[in-house]
């Protein structure tokens, strides 16, 4: 891989071509907020905070820095105006949907994003960051959590096949979950189950 | 003499095919697309097939079911060739009288004929028909002429040549330098050119490439790759092995949503005839270039019409969409460099190779080249599918091909580009429709879907209605689209119920800005599209809908009322006895009533009201008068009138 020059936030760096921009403005003491995003695990994209402004061409946009792949001259900001209002909107709309999780209670106080100016009717604790999903997938490859359905009922779902025999001895996802649900919902999914099994054959 | 190796080889079984046949023998071209099927075309064409044996014409006529012919209004609809009688709304009791005159007798049933509603004139041919005379049938027209279930009808009008000219006499090179000097532009939405695509696609690193036909059409009211996958399924097929060849891929995939059973039967009768025939499999038309082809059905996932989400779901996943600041065309299936292109882009790309780009480029404008199939719907007289140059303005599409809005009403608006695009207002109408064009008016091109709009819709509801959609279709993945569109839908659903607040209309606008901005994918980027362009051109109807809890239109339910005029109330018992509520009360010569508290709006009692009385009528700009006491009589009127 060949190196690429570029601007973030006025510095110009130097790293790998294809490196994800979120880890160039690590390097570059840029602190990018997100939920969805691990180093150890393969991009997602879906939680949309660590969104940075990219001027290419005299072209500007905004884009997922933990996707998009470093380019030679492209210049990169990480806290323009564009991109403040951009997650300030978003901030709103998180609150709105999970207003307990601390995460993004921090993240709105660092934004200055305080009571959303709107209620949410189906609100969601879980952000569907799919970072115990790929957890599983990617670094114990047991493959025991995955996503059902679309859209606004989309959830996080333990596979009761894989899950009621691996899940008890490891547990490790738990920890990796940002918004602290995952162990109501391994608790209501696999721990219950598993309790249920053993009362039914205790009593035959 | 199959399959066909050679180019001569095609030419001489064209010329056979050609020569088997006797130009004077009449045919008969019964549509048989999804309009006119559901008008009942199979009953007509079982009795055609029947009444032909009954009257000794088998071997004298020819008859064949066709794909759609566009005019789904009228359908279902026939052509007799070779004297191009066009018949509309044709029914079984019609066959054998159009077997006796027109086949047997050659004389045209004048009652079975279009009549033009201005001049109120029969016509007898297609192409003098108005809903066909300004249009350009250029990728459609052939559909009244083939039998899509037999290759021969294809090849005899020339199909096939493209390919054999691309394999025989030009390298890839040439093919692609054609297309992209043809500035065809993708036809599924974003209007991205196709040589630009193929290009990249074609210098993309990997010896294992893709071309992939989207067929997964999901706007309300389109079918327009529908209807040409079941009409004319090789002329896609002809433009996907081109692709193949000048991209150098040697597997392709045709994703068709499994709700088009038509579609896919044909399909996978036109890859079977295809392959036997020699232009698909091993050794290609003797060019040693080869080329398979796989059907995937979609599992009706609207999403799964975006190329990432489309490939995801090609690959066995749920169809999902994924980041890609790197091209599907470098990064695609299974991670190998595809291209994907809509069903009408590939049609296009046989007539590009026939014609060539510079007469290709002649037609349309100098940022859209080519024709555009619409299926132009809703309240306009001629609903169907309409193919026209680009540059033909949204005026002569709705008012001279459509036939205007129907009953007397006044147009509003028409939508444009499906769900994700835009409405556009009467002041807007003389805008050539290309792609720009319509970008800039903050609609799109889309797939091509237009409905249109008459005085009676409501603006805001109509918002809400495709962002319902958009919300039920939301694969969830990333929050601005999973969240916010819920948040928008949430707001509008409010403002219909009569509920809206000041300051929606500004969280509207922010919240759509976020959508806008934040999606990972084309769903949602352009989801808030209807609410920024009903609030662009409509916004006053927001305004009516929030400060004042009335719908302009008398369209949302919370904001009407319906009442019955005591004084012209004939206590006829009609309302009464067909309101599905039982919310009406009265007698015979007692005034009917509506308890407002158990009607639900549904306007029957309103349709049923014979016109005479003209009793009930629809309150939305001015308060409900005092209801009368229960049991007044209704006033004498002169004798004979009950």
């Known amino acids: 891989m060949s190196?690429?020059?570029?601007?973030?936030?006025?510095?110009?760096?130097?790293?790998?071509?294809?490196?994800?921009?979120i880890e160039v403005a690590r390097k570059a003491k840029a602190n990018v907020p997100s939920l969805c995003y691990n180093r150890k695990l393969s991009p997602f994209g879906a939680c949309r905070l660590c969104m940075v402004e990219v001027i290419k061409d005299g072209k500007s946009r905004l884009v997922a820095s933990c996707v998009y792949p470093a380019e030679e001259g492209i210049e990169v900001q990480t806290e323009s105006e564009r991109v403040v209002s951009f997650r300030k909107g978003l901030l709103e709309l998180m609150l709105a949907a999970a207003p307990d999780v601390k995460v993004i209670q921090n993240y709105a106080k660092r934004y200055g994003v305080e009571q959303p100016r709107f209620t949410i009717e189906k609100q969601n604790i879980c952000v569907l960051c799919g970072l115990c999903v790929r957890y599983c997938a990617e670094i114990k490859q047991a493959h025991a959590i995955g996503f059902q359905s679309r859209g606004t009922n989309r959830k996080v779902v333990f596979l009761p096949q894989i899950a009621l025999k691996i899940c008890p001895d490891c547990k490790e996802c738990l920890s990796v979950c940002p918004t602290k649900q995952l162990p109501e919902i391994y608790r209501e999914q696999v721990e219950l189950l598993l309790e249920n099994n053993a009362g039914d054959s205790a009593s035959s | 003499m199959l399959p066909v190796k050679s180019a001569l080889e095609l030419e001489q079984l064209r010329d056979s095919i050609i020569a088997g046949r006797d130009p004077a023998k009449p045919s008969i071209a019964l549509c048989s697309g999804s309009?006119?099927?559901?008008?009942?075309?199979?009953?007509?064409?079982?009795?055609?097939?029947?009444e032909i044996q009954r009257r000794g014409l088998a071997g004298k006529v020819d008859f064949r079911r066709t794909g759609c012919h566009g005019l789904c209004e009228k359908g279902p609809v026939v052509i007799?060739?070779?004297?191009d009688i066009c018949y509309v709304q044709v029914a079984v009791g019609d066959v054998p009288e159009i077997l006796a005159e027109t086949i047997e007798n050659g004389r045209a049933v004048e009652r079975l004929l279009y009549v033009d509603p201005v001049t109120q004139e029969r016509i007898v041919s297609e192409k003098d028909i108005p809903f066909y005379k300004y249009q350009n049938r250029l990728i459609f027209g052939n559909n009244p002429k083939i039998s899509p279930k037999h290759i021969e009808d294809y090849i005899a009008l020339g199909g096939y040549s493209a390919l054999s000219k691309v394999l025989t006499q030009m390298t890839p090179e040439q093919v692609l330098d054609e297309v992209d000097r043809a500035n065809v532009r993708g036809r599924g939405g974003a209007g991205f050119?196709?040589?630009?695509?193929?290009?990249?696609?074609?210098e993309a690193p990997g010896d294992i490439k893709y071309v992939a036909v989207n067929c997964d059409e999901g706007d309300p009211g389109a079918y327009m790759d529908r209807s040409l996958m079941e009409g004319n399924p090789h002329e896609i097929l002809e433009g996907l092995i081109i692709g193949a060849y000048t991209i150098g891929a040697h597997e392709g995939f045709i994703y068709i949503r499994a709700e088009y059973p038509l579609a896919v039967d044909n399909l996978r009768v036109a890859l079977r005839q295809a392959e036997e025939y020699g232009f698909l499999g091993e050794d290609i038309l003797g060019s040693g270039f080869n080329f398979k082809v796989v059907v995937h059905r979609g599992a009706g996932a609207f999403v799964s019409g975006e190329s990432s989400a489309l490939m995801t779901s090609i690959e066995g996943k749920a169809g999902e969409p994924r980041p890609k600041y790197v091209r599907t065309s470098v990064v695609g299936i299974w991670d190998r460099p595809t291209c994907l292109n809509n069903v009408e882009t590939w049609a296009n790309i046989p007539v590009i190779i026939n014609e060539g780009a510079e007469w290709y480029r002649s037609l349309g404008t100098k940022g859209s080249s080519g024709t555009k199939i619409f299926s132009l719907v809703g309240?306009?007289?001629?609903?169907?599918?309409?193919?026209?140059?680009m540059g033909m303005t949204l005026r002569d599409i709705v008012f001279k091909i459509g036939g205007g809005i129907p009953n007397g009403k006044k147009f509003k608006a028409v939508q444009t580009g499906g769900p994700s695009g835009g409405c556009i207002p009467e002041d807007q109408l003389d805008v050539p429709v290309d792609f720009d064009e319509l970008t800039k008016l903050g609609s799109m091109m889309g797939s091509g879907g237009m409905i249109v709009m008459d005085e009676d819709t409501c603006m805001v509801d109509m918002a809400r209605y495709f962002l319902e959609f958009l919300s039920d279709e939301?694969?969830?993945?990333?929050?601005?689209?999973?969240?916010?569109?819920?948040?928008?839908?949430?707001?509008?659903?409010?403002?219909?119920?009569g509920k809206g607040k000041p300051g929606d209309i500004e969280i509207l606008e922010d919240v759509a800005k976020v959508v806008k901005e934040g999606s990972l994918c084309a769903l949602g980027t352009t989801a808030a599209n209807p609410v920024l362009t009903t609030l662009r051109y409509f916004r006053s109807e927001y305004e009516e809908h929030i400060n004042n809890q009335r719908c302009p239109a008398?369209?949302?339910k919370s904001l009407i009322r319906y009442h019955i005029k005591p004084e012209a109330c004939r206590a006829c018992l009609l309302c009464l006895e067909n309101c599905s509520m039982m919310a009406i009360s009265g007698w015979l010569r007692r005034v009917h009533i509506i308890d407002q508290e158990k009607c639900n709006k549904c306007g029957t009692c309103l349709e049923i009201c014979p016109p005479l009385y003209n009793a009930v009528e629809k309150i939305w700009f001015k308060e409900l008068p005092e209801p009368v006491a229960a049991g007044t009589k209704v006033p004498r009127l002169r004798e004979g009138v009950r």
């Open chain 2, 35 to 50: 309009g006119c099927h559901a008008y009942g075309s199979e009953k007509v064409a079982a009795a055609f097939e029947e």
């Open chain 1, 3 to 21: 190196e690429v020059t570029l601007k973030i936030n006025g510095e110009e760096v130097k790293v790998e071509e294809g490196t994800s921009l």
């Open chain 2, 80 to 83: 007799i060739y070779p004297n």
């Open chain 2, 379 to 389: 309240k306009v007289n001629n609903t169907g599918l309409v193919e026209v140059p």
């Open chain 2, 193 to 202: 050119p196709a040589g630009k695509k193929w290009r990249t696609c074609r």
């Open chain 2, 474 to 497: 939301s694969c969830g993945k990333c929050i601005p689209c999973r969240v916010g569109i819920g948040v928008m839908l949430q707001i509008l659903n409010n403002i219909c119920e």
């Open chain 2, 554 to 556: 008398g369209v949302c």
